[in-house]
């Protein structure tokens, strides 16, 4: 699965999910508070009759709760965190019994990338591409990860062209200095191991003009030397 040279190839799912990306799951619990509090509001506003969603929603983020720390905990259990037992449940409870809700939504992108550590590519993919995106911060960085970690999905199914695609997506869902920048350069990564040179160029250039001040501008000179 791993591939032989970094400068020349996608990085493996292993580095991938090691990376900026994990700024989501480091700082989870702050996002995701914020996140459903946003949400909750959004729905009691333009949604269902308070007396059904807030009920809902208030048991939905309750339940998630345990699921959250398991996949927070200094040594996380992903399995336990996806399954749940007798203490609390995991996400895939949450997703069947409130996946509705901001909370049953968040549960579903939680799993996939469960299920991304796991090493079920099929099952990440599946659970990934249930969550909807959302509107507004912090829901934009979820949504760019979301996106991302698909693309890495694809890449390790050597599916580039797609990849590409998804990082795009994640570029467009959060534009700015952390993570634009690392999503063009997966996507320029995948566009090199497809073979095109061009395309992967334009991609490390573009982190060079758009964001010169971030980290991935540091080695977008490094992959631009790498092209033939």
Do not use: W
């Not at 989501?24 to 007396?51: D, M, W």
């Not at 909807?132 to 949504?143: D, E, F, Q, W, Y």
């Not at 959060?174 to 040179?197: C, F, H, I, S």
Request: overall charge negative; aromatic content about 10%.
């Amino acid at each position: 699965m791993a591939k032989e040279n970094v400068a020349a190839a996608p990085e493996t799912l292993g580095e991938a999910m090691n990376r900026t990306e994990l700024f989501f799951e480091k700082n989870g619990r702050t996002v995701v508070y914020v996140f459903l509090a946003l949400l909750v509001v959004a729905a009691l506003v333009f949604g269902y009759r308070s007396l059904v969603v807030a009920p809902r929603a208030e048991k939905a983020a309750a339940m998630i709760a345990e699921a959250q720390y398991r996949f927070e905990a200094e040594t996380p259990d992903y399995a336990l965190a996806l399954e749940g037992d007798a203490n609390g449940a995991g996400f895939l409870e949450v997703v069947a019994k409130y996946g509705s809700t901001p909370a049953g939504n968040l549960a579903k992108h939680y799993a996939g990338i469960c299920y991304l550590h796991e090493g079920d590519l099929e099952k990440a993919a599946e659970y990934l591409a249930k969550f909807s995106p959302v509107k507004g911060l912090p829901g934009a960085i979820v949504n760019a990860q979301n996106y991302g970690l698909r693309g890495d999905v694809a890449v390790e199914q050597q599916d580039y062209a797609r990849a590409v695609k998804f990082y795009e997506k994640a570029v467009a869902a959060a534009d700015n200095n952390l993570t634009a920048p690392m999503y063009l350069r997966k996507a320029g990564l995948a566009e090199q191991a497809a073979g095109n040179t061009e395309k992967a160029r334009a991609l490390f250039e573009r982190i060079l003009s758009d964001y010169p001040a971030s980290m991935d501008a540091r080695d977008a000179e490094k992959l631009i030397g790498t092209l033939k």
